[in-house]
């Protein structure tokens, strides 16, 4: 069973390797090349998910050592591969969702002449996270780690001739930068505190470091979680991502990279639960970003932006969630599942809008798209329902059980981070359902474009509407699957560990709350988008929707402080460089040769000025000698 | 006769050589100066040898000798070939050797 784990990564990584150097004679078979080896290590991950099942819950893990990787005295590093209830649950929702997408880009790509290398990077991108996923040392974790970085930087800019790509690409890599000096940071501070950086003896160990290195450890983690999952203050990358093709999208948004995170810190729990400074910070950011989101979802036009804002803000809760410690990380990783079904469903959608739509992404030009395409409108909604929660659906479970750990932190902590979350249920709600009402309701309000081409709305192709209707299958019933009989608990609890939080209000005071919350925000949105026409010009709005719409002046605030901020300091050194170190440099040549330039002059060619010195040198010898003799 | 007396001598002589050297223009004469200088040291030499009571000094003066053969041989070789090219025989007016 434990070479199954290596084969898991191989598939998808054969498929990248045949893929980008295959050539274009595989442009004919290519895609399905691509589908068939993510299939395949679906079929793997679920052939190990039921050998799992049915072992007791002590024995779930398994571990298959591959090679020795780094054999130092000292330093050791293993290629070893761990595979437990939370490996296991991120292999299906990345090999799941992840084919699901592949199948539904063989539609998406089918007229992009590329489509064999944008399979390739799919792979790839593939194979780079489930070697996230399934490291058992922090070192190999960071190999996927930078994969991931890797394969969203060539997915992101796929379409590299536009420039806007191209831009969004290097921004997306060099924000993740930031975040990788963080992990590699922490695994340096794990080395030197633990003698190692496997997650055994690391997370065993981790209540007998002091508090300070395990709170250095957990800021570092937290800042690596940051740049993947797009949390303040790294989170600027994720709306310039759109630029990628929506698969890629959907990919990143649901399946892969933005849970790299959320996985890293429920995975070094142990870490953090040792750490409650570290713990308090993670909260913040959580909190922070699930609200930062949720505003900037609701000023944007742009569909795919929108639902962009909406993923920060729903892995905010994530993150929140695993801030929450024990009581929390089983729902961070349930709501992280939930979430993959129905953001996947809700990017396949808007890809599939802006196919039957020409690629217009501006929802403004949407409007009654309903009738044109059935399928896409019933998919998309039933995606909504589950992420504002409705009742019964999987995000309902999901988001549900993190506010009310929200409020199980206990104190005023607990309040604010409850209200918070609370807070971000209703805009939530709101953005949806102003995505909801200005696509697929309303008056149909799209122009021809200057070329007089009118789009003609349409249905995507079968190939397109199967992963979208098995998506909202998952988004409709998951949720319950997971949570009735607390089935997810269960099955998680023995890696992450899990305590009942002391609510100061019970759990069906919080479910009310929520509701109210989804109605208010429905309502608002109603009242202003379905109600009354949406006009086809976005209008000025409040000094919030202008910030809004810049994405609360994340860009502006990085170009000030950070651009501006290195450009004086390199432009500061430059000035030391050329008056200080050129100086002494420059100075000393100067002075050396104007020493030479006198002592030129004496040698003037007269042969006895020559014979003065040298009988003036005698004399002086003579006279030194003399002395010397005196003394 | 006191010997320190010939030492005077010996130190007048390359006196004026000395200063016939740094002072006169004309190649042959410098020449003929650094001659005096020589003969000066020698005859210092013979003095030391004589007040010492040993022959080492006198044997420095025959190597003096030799060694002022050879100079006068290369010297005049110079100076002949020097006139030829200038026209000249001063000493300043070799001075192109500088930079």
Redesign the interface.
């Known amino acids: 069973m434990e070479n199954l784990i290596a084969l898991l990564i191989a598939a998808p990584l054969l498929g990248a390797a045949v893929l980008l150097t295959g050539g274009r004679r595989l442009d004919r078979v290519g895609h399905w090349i691509g589908t068939l080896l993510s299939a395949a290590s679906f079929v793997f991950g679920l052939i190990l998910f039921v050998d799992l099942l049915g072992k007791n819950a002590e024995h779930r893990t398994l571990i298959k050592h591959l090679f020795s990787w780094v054999p130092v005295a000292g330093f050791q590093a293993d290629a070893t591969f761990r595979l437990d209830q939370l490996s296991m649950t991120f292999v299906l929702l990345i090999t799941g969702v992840g084919s699901l997408i592949h199948l539904y880009s063989v539609g998406y790509m089918e007229h992009d002449e590329r489509r064999r290398r944008f399979f390739g990077y799919l792979n790839l991108f593939l194979a780079a996270m489930l070697l996230l996923v399934l490291a058992d040392n922090y070192l190999l974790l960071y190999v996927g780690w930078e994969g991931v970085g890797l394969a969203s930087y060539l997915l992101i800019g796929f379409w590299q001739h536009k420039p806007s790509a191209a831009t969004a690409a290097k921004k997306a890599f060099l924000v993740n930068r930031v975040g990788d000096m963080g992990l590699s940071i922490a695994i340096m501070l794990m080395f030197t505190t633990f003698g190692s950086f496997a997650f055994g003896p690391v997370l065993s160990h981790a209540t007998q470091a002091s508090e300070g290195k395990l709170t250095a450890i957990g800021l570092m983690l937290l800042l690596a979680a940051c740049g993947k999952s797009a949390q303040v203050p790294l989170q600027s990358w994720l709306g310039d991502a759109m630029e990628g093709p929506t698969p890629v999208s959907a990919l990143i948004h649901a399946a892969t990279m933005v849970t790299a995170g959320v996985y890293l810190i429920v995975r070094s729990g142990a870490v953090f639960n040792a750490a409650p400074d570290a713990q308090l910070a993670v909260t913040v950011v959580g909190a922070v970003t699930l609200l930062f989101g949720a505003i900037v979802g609701c000023a944007k036009d742009d569909i795919k932006k929108a639902l962009a804002g909406s993923t920060m803000s729903q892995i905010g809760y994530m993150v929140l969630a695993a801030g929450l410690g024990p009581i929390g990380y089983v729902f961070a990783i349930m709501h992280l599942v939930t979430h993959g079904f129905f953001k996947a469903g809700l990017f396949l959608g808007a890809g599939s809008v802006m196919h039957g739509m020409n690629d217009e992404v501006d929802m403004r030009k949407y409007g009654g798209l309903r009738t044109y395409m059935p399928v896409t409108f019933i998919t998309f909604g039933l995606g909504y329902l589950a992420i504002i929660g409705f009742p019964g659906l999987s995000g309902f479970f999901s988001k549900d059980k993190i506010i009310e750990a929200a409020f199980a932190k206990g104190g005023t902590e607990g309040w604010i981070l409850g209200g918070a979350a609370l807070l971000g249920a209703a805009i939530t709600a709101f953005y949806m359902t102003r995505v909801m009402l200005m696509t697929f309701f309303g008056e149909k309000r799209w122009q021809p474009d200057e070329n007089g081409n009118e789009p003609h709305p349409h249905e995507s192709p079968r190939v397109m509407r199967i992963p979208m209707i098995v998506l909202a299958v998952g988004s409709v019933f998951a949720g319950g699957l997971f949570s009735i009989g607390d089935r997810f608990l269960h099955w998680l609890e023995p890696v992450t560990g899990h305590s009942e939080g002391h609510s100061p209000v019970s759990a069906w005071t919080v479910t009310g709350a929520t509701m109210v919350c989804l109605l208010v925000g429905v309502g608002i949105a109603w009242a202003q988008y379905g109600r009354k026409p949406v006009p086809a010009v976005a209008p000025r709005g409040s000094l919030l929707t202008r910030a809004a719409r810049r994405d609360l002046l994340q860009d502006d605030f990085n170009h000030v402080v950070l651009v501006r901020g290195g450009e004086h300091l390199t432009r500061s050194l430059v000035y030391v460089d050329h008056t200080l170190v050129d100086g002494v440099v420059n100075g000393t040549a100067a002075g050396f040769g104007g020493l030479s330039g006198r002592l ?1 002059r004496l ?6 000025s020559y ?2 010195s040298m ?1 003036g040198g005698a004399a002086l010898l003579v006279a030194a000698t003399l002395l010397m003799r005196a003394v | 006769m006191n010997p320190v007396n010939y030492l005077y001598l010996a130190a007048l002589l390359f006196t004026i050589g ?1 200063t016939g ?3 006169r ?1 004309n190649a042959i004469v ?1 020449f003929m100066c650094i001659e005096l200088m020589l003969n000066a040291c020698n005859l210092a030499f013979v003095t030391f040898s004589r007040m010492h009571g040993n022959l080492d000094g006198q044997i420095i003066a025959f190597f003096t000798m030799v060694v002022a053969a050879a100079e006068v041989v290369v010297g005049l070789a110079i100076i002949v070939s020097l006139f030829r090219t200038r026209h000249s025989a001063s ?2 007016d ?6």
């Open positions: 030129r040698q003037n060619g007269f042969a006895r014979a003065v009988f | 000395a050297v740094l002072i223009r410098v000493v300043d070799a001075s192109l050797m500088k930079l």
